[in-house]
């Protein structure tokens, strides 16, 4: 409450200062005294100007430059612009000087003082200038806070607890059987920690190193789980020299292994990664079973974590569709790599 009540009086402070410099540079005259500021700034066409100019910047600063230019919808945004220039235009024509109010005394120590055309249209230049700035600025230092927000959730989710105590069990338990297996399990779970800890904090990856991890991890969830449960998993296309943002493609194939698998039931999972040119497509596919919920556990990033750095990290180079039906779960994702 208190940071509101100051941000008001901050802009009122501003906007006092900005209408009173019309005034603070007007020339005095012998004819028409220079009168007192408040007389100044409550001459209609300047109190009329000074409103005007106040409610474009709010409008622009609150509805147009978020809703169209933060949206990319260029058309709108420039239409919006000139209809606020035409209505500035319009106010201003409407209240000019006529010739008798430039021959009436009374008139010409109020109206005739007001600057011209000129510099109202300076001052509205200024205003939209401002608004776009201040805006623009604020939705980037937003931004910022949501990608730091986002990674930080994303840091400290990178390993599946539940995932790492079920493959630890299965590893332990290949080890009392003697397995062969044992020693390539351990290599497995070996590489996705190092590259959980070593490589995550990076701005992207190889993906060649984001295909092995999610590799390694269907490899070790099959360890666990019965031969009966269907898994289709397949990569097409070429990695090499090409990259992506860590964990961005893990979650979908979490959530797929969450729900999507119950030995009681007819369980399938599909997963396709196919690579062309600079895109990667991703297909996850589970039927749905039954899977009793357990609230201290979680798919990893989470879905709705992963949707918020896709927005972040491929603003407009990504396409994400989730299609849910009563028995199944399907994820399609397109990126344009760099």
């Known amino acids: 409450m208190k940071k509101r009540a100051f941000t008001i009086i901050i802009h ?8 009173s410099l019309p005034y603070l540079f007007k020339p005095s005259h012998h004819n028409a005294p220079k009168g007192s500021l408040l007389e100044d700034l409550i001459i209609t066409p300047r ?3 000074g409103l005007l100019l106040i409610g474009l910047f709010y409008f622009n600063y609150y509805i147009v430059i978020p809703k169209f ?50 510099y109202n249209l300076f001052m509205f230049i200024i205003v939209y200038v401002c608004s776009f700035t201040l805006s623009l600025y604020n939705q980037l230092q937003t931004e910022r806070e949501e990608k730091l927000n986002t990674e930080i959730s994303f840091l400290k989710a990178q390993i599946n607890p539940h995932f790492l105590f079920n493959t630890l069990n299965s590893i ?47 490899d070790l ?4 789980i019965p031969e009966t449960v269907k898994i289709n998993y397949s990569i097409t296309g070429n990695a090499n020299e090409k990259k992506i943002v860590p ?12 729900y999507g698998i119950n030995p009681e039931e007819n369980s399938e999972i599909y997963i396709d990664i196919n690579i ?7 297909v996850v596919f589970n039927k749905k079973v039954f899977v009793q919920e357990d609230p201290t556990t979680s798919t990893g990033l989470g879905i709705r974590n992963t949707k918020e750095r896709l927005r972040l990290q491929y603003p407009g180079k990504h396409s994400l569709t989730i299609n849910e039906t009563d028995d199944s779960f399907t994820v399609t994702l397109n990126i344009k790599l760099s």
């Open 172 to 218: 332990y338990s290949l080890a009392l059987a003697k397995s062969d297996k044992t020693p390539d399990a351990v290599v497995k779970l070996s590489g996705m920690m190092r590259y959980a800890v070593s490589d995550s904090n990076q701005q992207d990856v190889p993906l060649s190193k984001e295909l092995n991890y999610i590799t390694n991890y269907i």
């Open 12 to 19: 009122a402070c501003v906007w006092f200062i900005f209408l």
């Open 69 to 118: 230019y933060a949206k990319r919808k260029y058309l709108p945004l420039v239409l919006s612009l000139l209809l606020g220039f035409v209505i500035f235009l319009a106010v201003n024509y409407n209240m000019r000087p006529t010739e008798s109010m430039h021959h009436g005394r009374e008139h010409g120590s109020s109206l005739g003082m007001a600057f011209g055309p000129g």
């Open 276 to 282: 062309k040119d600079r895109e990667l497509g991703l």
């Open 47 to 49: 109190l009329v100007d």
């Open 221 to 224: 969830q099959k360890m666990r």
């Open 247 to 258: 964990f961005m493609i893990i979650p979908f194939v979490e959530n797929a292994f969450k």
